[in-house]
């Protein structure tokens, strides 16, 4: 933090080497370190900015997914870092408290990159409210980072991210990047801020034991009040946090178990978690969260946008190209986003804004999908309407990206573009 208050950072891309088998290094990507990055926390208010070299050998991006900044900030495919070059985005933090994350946005190159190591985590703290939330982070605040890779005899991960229908499906799932890992607690409630990211794997996230939790918040917020659930579903890009209570002494595994999709086989373990012998007594979980941001709210004479994903690369027969702009949306404005689904399952992703999901199918989601998000299921065969609320920074010029999540996707076209205006 500098003397006026202005909250720097620094993000370098390099290449280093990591252990996803013992005693097997192979070379991976990350920011700062060999794999993934720091978890960077900023606050509501902050002013914030960073400092982001690129030194890899080839050009790339970084793209703050979640957050609302003017899309010159946004770090999408046209703020490219070429090698060795520096990226200075700057932006103030106004939003609601949440879980971000930033990867890697090059045009048609994102699933490399980020299968390759890189991603991080980006959390926002809001004053406004988060009280009663276990908070201290590291200690009864803990991120997760899901990712599966297919891992060669020698450790490395192998697989082309841009082929099949999905591209990679590993079967070596990772957590914080590490394969088998534990984490030990040592306080009554824990709260996992956890992030989907992988380039194309579906979790449904449960205990080993059938124990119910409680969702605080998702994508783009918390929660108006907790929801007790025994399992949550999270595509690619989405974000869930969970408060989860602990007896002292005991052991339980954080695990995900196949679905109906085909993004979403097998089950597998993810993490497992000890408990010590003696907890610290943690905050009672509040009934209502204050910090949530306020619903939505539709004017009855909303835009309705309509969006067919169409195969594995294209929206309304359209294939992403970078010089063409799709819609052209109003500061400020509302609208109703409706994304309807050909064949296989995808999900989609738009950038700056917050939306709520009005339905999927005419029916109402899941309590626990029902806060603030920006990133959203899309079943195959089916309809999503979604209530967007999108920010203030104009500019006719810079566009931000609406797309599948699915980064074998996302490479091949079925991506587009929007401007505020
Ligand atoms: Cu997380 Cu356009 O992406
Ligand atoms: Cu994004
Ligand atoms: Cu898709």
Known sequence: ?????????????????????????????????????????????????????????????????????????????????????TWNPH???????ATSWYHPHPHGQTARHVYRGLAGMFIVDDDRGEAGLPSRYGVDDIPLILQD?????????????????????????????????????????????????????MYHLTFADGRSFHVVGGDAGLLAAPVEVERVSLTPGERVEVVVAFTAGEQVLLRTVSGSDDIDEGDFDLLKIVAAPRLTASPRLPGRLAGAPA????????????????????????EMDMSRIDEVVPAGAVEIWEVENTVYPHNFHIHEVAFQVIDVDGQKPAGYASGHKDTVYVPSKSTVRLAVQFGRFTDPGTPYMYHCHILRHEDSGMMGQFVIV
């Not at 932006?91 to 408290?97: G, H, L």
């Not at 539709?298 to 067919?308: G, I, K």
């Open 1 to 85: 933090v500098d003397k006026d208050g202005t909250r720097r950072f620094t993000l370098t891309m390099r290449r280093g080497l990591s252990e996803f088998l013992p005693g097997r290094p192979v070379e991976t990507w990350g920011f700062n370190g060999p794999l993934l990055g720091p978890t960077i926390r900023a606050a509501r208010g902050d002013e914030i900015r960073m400092t982001v070299t690129n030194r890899l050998d080839e050009v790339s991006t970084v793209h703050w997914h979640g957050m609302r900044l003017p899309a010159k900030m946004d770090g999408g495919p046209h703020q490219p870092i070429e090698p060795g070059a």
């Open 91 to 97: 932006w103030t933090i106004d939003q609601p408290a």
């Open 149 to 201: 890779k297919n891992l060669a005899e020698d450790g490395s991960p192998t697989g082309d991210p841009l082929k099949g229908t999905f591209g990679i499906l590993g079967d070596h799932m990772l957590v914080n990047g590490t394969h088998r890992g534990f984490l030990n607690v040592g306080t009554e409630r824990v709260r996992f801020r956890i992030l989907n990211g992988s380039n194309a794997r």
């Open 295 to 318: 619903p939505i709210v539709v004017p009855s004479n909303a835009t309705v946008r309509r969006f067919r994903l169409n195969g594995h690369d294209a929206i309304n027969g359209k």
